[in-house]
């Protein structure tokens, strides 16, 4: 019966893998999700295999904890909207690092204080390092997941709850080293000392709760991708850990999946904004004053426009770019720019979509709105391939992308984005913004993009600003 176990392990990783590889085009990517959640399923079959003859398993509780979370978990997968999806994940991933770090308390209760061992739980090294790795790694993504959801639905802490998070970075910093320093000396002493009260591995959990918390309190909105992703491969090395502990093959294959995904994503994102990751976790920007404060001074008068000029506009254009951001997503205006550049590709206009990979709330977020609409792959342009684009487009129309077209973080050192690349909109002979108002973006950046002399400004919702200009178009 191993045999079958080992064979169902092995089909369910390449399943895994398959499924992952998927997830590199948005015409793959549910299949591929498809894919790997069917590996997930052998592997919990396998596993249910595994156990089957272990008389301290209490199967009511595993079949009542499988329909627990499928209630739990199915709902909000299909009821959330895409705007909300960024907490959702980040939700999700903290549900994951949580029960990592409940089965390491578990492990701590069930062997006494790692002092009695199952055989099968040999050798003990693996099962104390890794369930000690497991609470504390697992802890941490738990906290800073559930600070980050909070963060992205922002009407849970208050802005100037918010801003005064931020600007106590350097508290937060200073705690975090003692916490580390305290968690990792009370993990080492538990390591060393079997036996000893469960009292001790829930000290390493809140000592390492807190740290989550501490961790993510202080970083701005504009890091809070890198945050996701950097949150998300957390919880797959815990993962990886506990199944180490458990001596459980997918758990270890699962989690160093996540773990290096999410790691190379991480690091990709990262260079993206021209900073390090230690930089983003422990000198955030985001919610900060800027130059001019968030309000951004007097910059001078902003050149208001109506769809009809717009339309003018594009509909005599050679080439047109939609530069995507999160305010497309909040007013689900992606099907209604999909019907404005159908029709102005009808008038010989060419249309394309710079993405830039920090755009929105998630990774990803962008390209997965306009998937949605049916936007072809091959239109959206990622920001290496299109910035070259932008001297020679008539007309580029951003809506809602505001710190990722920022000029500041070109020209003024003293902005808190300086160096982070940008899309180059600012380079079109005509920029068209659309802006509910001239608020700044969720970094608290102000934008001079919006001041600029061939900027003109759409007020109002995207979804029925580009709902006029379509009907504008068709007059034309």
């Known amino acids: 019966m191993n045999y079958l176990v080992d064979v169902l392990y092995i089909f369910a990783f390449a399943l895994f893998i398959y499924g992952l590889s998927g997830l590199t085009g948005p015409k793959t990517a549910v299949r591929g999700n498809w894919i790997a959640a069917t590996?997930?399923?052998?592997?919990?079959?396998?596993?249910?295999?595994?156990?089957?003859?272990?008389?301290?398993?209490?199967?009511?509780?595993?079949?009542?904890?499988?329909?627990?979370?499928?209630?739990?978990?199915?709902?909000?997968?299909?009821?959330?909207?895409?705007?909300?999806?960024?907490?959702?994940?980040?939700?999700?991933?903290?549900?994951?690092?949580?029960?990592?770090?409940l089965i390491a308390?578990?492990?701590?209760?069930?062997?006494?204080?790692?002092?009695?061992?199952?055989?099968?739980?040999?050798?003990?090294?693996?099962?104390?390092?890794?369930?000690?790795?497991?609470?504390?790694?697992?802890?941490?993504?738990f906290w800073g997941s559930l600070v980050a959801f909070a963060k992205l639905q922002e009407n849970i802490i208050p802005k100037n709850v918010e801003k005064a998070f931020v600007k106590g970075a350097k508290f937060f910093q200073a705690a975090n080293i003692v916490l580390l320093i305290a968690a990792v000396a009370a993990a080492v002493y538990i390591g060393l000392n079997k036996g000893l009260s469960v009292w001790w591995i829930v000290l390493l959990l809140i000592l390492a709760g807190i740290m989550g918390?501490?961790?993510?309190?202080?970083?701005?909105?504009?890091?809070?991708?890198?945050?996701?992703?950097?949150?998300?491969?957390?919880?797959?090395?815990?993962?990886?850990?506990?199944?180490?502990?458990?001596?459980?093959?997918?758990?270890?294959v699962a989690g160093m999946i996540v773990g290096a995904s999410g790691s190379i994503l991480t690091n990709l994102m990262a260079v993206a904004m021209n900073r390090s990751i230690p930089a983003i976790v422990f000198g955030s920007f985001g919610g900060t004053d800027a130059?001019?404060?968030?309000?951004?001074?007097?910059?001078?008068?902003?050149?208001?426009?109506?769809?009809?000029?717009?339309?003018?506009?594009?509909?005599?254009?050679?080439?047109?770019?939609?530069?995507?951001?999160?305010?497309?997503?909040?007013?689900q205006a992606q099907h209604a720019v999909k019907e404005m550049a159908d029709l102005l590709e009808s008038k010989g206009v060419e249309v394309k979509y710079a993405i830039h990979p920090v755009a929105g709330r998630m990774p990803g977020h962008m390209n997965v709105l306009l998937a949605e609409a049916d936007v072809a792959y091959d239109a959206m342009k990622e920001m290496d391939d299109i910035n070259g684009e932008f001297p020679r487009t008539d007309v580029t129309l951003v809506i809602g992308a505001n710190d990722v077209t920022n000029p500041a973080a070109r020209t003024d050192p003293s902005s808190p984005i300086f160096g982070m690349p940008i899309l180059n909109v600012d380079q079109s002979r005509s920029v068209i913004v659309l802006k509910r108002s001239?608020?700044?973006?969720?970094?608290?950046?102000?934008?001079?993009?919006?001041?600029g002399p061939t900027t003109s400004m759409l007020f109002g919702d995207a979804k029925k600003s580009v709902g006029e200009v379509t009907e504008e178009l068709k007059n034309l």
């Open 105 to 141: 308390w578990a492990e701590f209760i069930e062997t006494k204080g790692f002092s009695e061992f199952k055989p099968d739980q040999s050798p003990t090294v693996a099962l104390v390092v890794g369930s000690l790795f497991a609470a504390v790694i697992g802890s941490v993504s």
């Open 213 to 252: 918390l501490f961790v993510v309190f202080p970083i701005g909105g504009a890091d809070m991708p890198v945050v996701i992703s950097l949150l998300n491969a957390m919880t797959g090395l815990s993962a990886a850990a506990a199944g180490l502990a458990l001596n459980n093959t997918a758990m270890i």
């Open 291 to 331: 130059v001019g404060g968030p309000a951004g001074g007097d910059q001078g008068p902003v050149k208001a426009t109506s769809a009809a000029d717009a339309a003018i506009q594009m509909a005599y254009a050679n080439q047109v770019i939609v530069v995507p951001g999160y305010g497309l997503a909040v007013a």
């Open 39 to 101: 590996g997930m399923g052998i592997a919990v079959i396998a596993t249910l295999i595994k156990i089957r003859d272990t008389a301290s398993i209490n199967w009511i509780l595993i079949v009542a904890g499988l329909a627990v979370g499928v209630i739990l978990g199915v709902p909000p997968a299909k009821k959330t909207k895409m705007t909300a999806m960024p907490q959702l994940v980040a939700l999700f991933n903290g549900v994951g690092g949580g029960t990592v770090a």
């Open 438 to 451: 001239m608020s700044s973006g969720y970094a608290g950046i102000e934008n001079p993009l919006f001041f």
